[in-house]
C-alpha cells in the first residue's frame, strides 16, 4: 500500500514538473518578446509558425503528443490558444477548443508562477484507466522514467492560480479494470458528466506536494447515474 502511495505521488509530482515546464515556457516568451509578438500575431500565418514551434518545445519534455491549432499574445501578460490537444497512447486525454492564460512574471523571481487567469472553454477531458495494463492514461503523460533524467528531487515552487475557471466541459473517468453496473447512485470509477463547470481557486506547493482550493462554483450533470 505504502509503495502504490508513494508510486502515485511520485507520478503527480512528475505532472506538476511537466505543467511547470509548460508554464515557464509559455512565460519566458511572454517576458522575451511579447511586445513585439502582440504586433504579429495578429498575422495568421506567423502565429501558425508559433504554435508549431510551442507545441515542439512541449513535446521535447512529453511521452504524450500536443498539438495547438492557433496562438494569440493578448497584451503583455495574455495568451489565448485554440484548438489545443493532448494524446496518451493514440488516444485523446484533452481537447480544448479555447484556453485563455494570464500570468505574471516578477513572482518568478521568488519561485513562484502566479497565474491570474485560466479558463478552459468547452473542453473535453477524460481520465481513462486500461484494462490492457491497468494504468491511467495521465500515467502516460511524462516521458519513461529511463528515458526522463530531469531531477525529482523537491522543488520549492509554488503555483498560485488566482482564477481557474473550466466551462461547459464534457468530463470522463473511467475505470475499466473495474466493472460497472448501472444505476442511480453515482460511481466515481464512472463518471461521465456534461454541462461540467467549475470556478475554484488553486494554491500548489510542490515542496510538499500539497494542493489547496478553494471552490467557488462546481456544477455538471452525471449521465450514468442521471445526477
Known amino acids: 500500500m505504502e509503495k502504490q502511495k508513494a508510486k502515485k505521488r511520485g507520478i503527480l509530482s512528475k505532472i506538476f514538473r511537466i505543467i511547470l515546464k509548460v508554464v515557464f515556457i509559455f512565460i519566458m516568451l511572454f517576458f522575451i518578446i511579447s511586445l513585439s509578438l502582440v504586433g504579429l500575431s495578429q498575422f495568421e500565418g506567423f502565429r501558425h509558425f508559433v504554435a508549431g514551434k510551442v507545441s515542439d518545445l512541449i513535446n521535447d519534455n512529453l511521452q504524450a503528443q500536443v498539438s495547438i491549432q492557433d496562438l494569440r499574445f493578448t497584451g503583455l501578460l495574455g495568451l ?9 497512447a493514440g488516444d485523446t486525454l484533452a481537447y480544448i477548443p479555447r484556453l485563455e492564460l494570464n500570468a505574471e512574471i516578477e513572482p518568478l523571481l521568488n519561485n513562484k508562477i502566479l497565474v491570474n487567469r485560466l479558463v478552459l472553454h468547452d473542453p473535453v477531458i477524460k481520465l481513462m484507466r486500461s484494462a490492457k495494463d491497468s494504468l491511467w492514461n495521465y500515467e502516460k503523460i511524462a516521458l519513461p522514467s529511463d528515458i526522463d533524467t530531469t531531477d525529482t528531487g523537491p522543488t520549492d515552487l509554488q503555483i498560485l492560480v488566482s482564477n481557474l475557471n473550466i466551462k461547459n466541459a464534457n468530463f470522463i473517468r473511467y ?11 453515482l460511481s466515481y470509477d464512472h463518471i461521465v458528466t456534461k454541462n461540467f463547470n467549475l470556478d475554484i481557486q488553486a494554491d500548489i506547493d510542490l515542496f510538499t506536494n500539497n494542493f489547496i482550493a478553494f471552490i467557488r462554483h462546481l456544477s455538471f450533470y452525471e449521465i450514468n447515474s442521471a445526477l
Open 80 to 88: 489565448e490558444l485554440e484548438g489545443v490537444l493532448m494524446e496518451t
Open 175 to 185: 475505470d475499466s479494470t473495474l466493472q460497472y453496473t448501472k444505476s442511480r447512485s
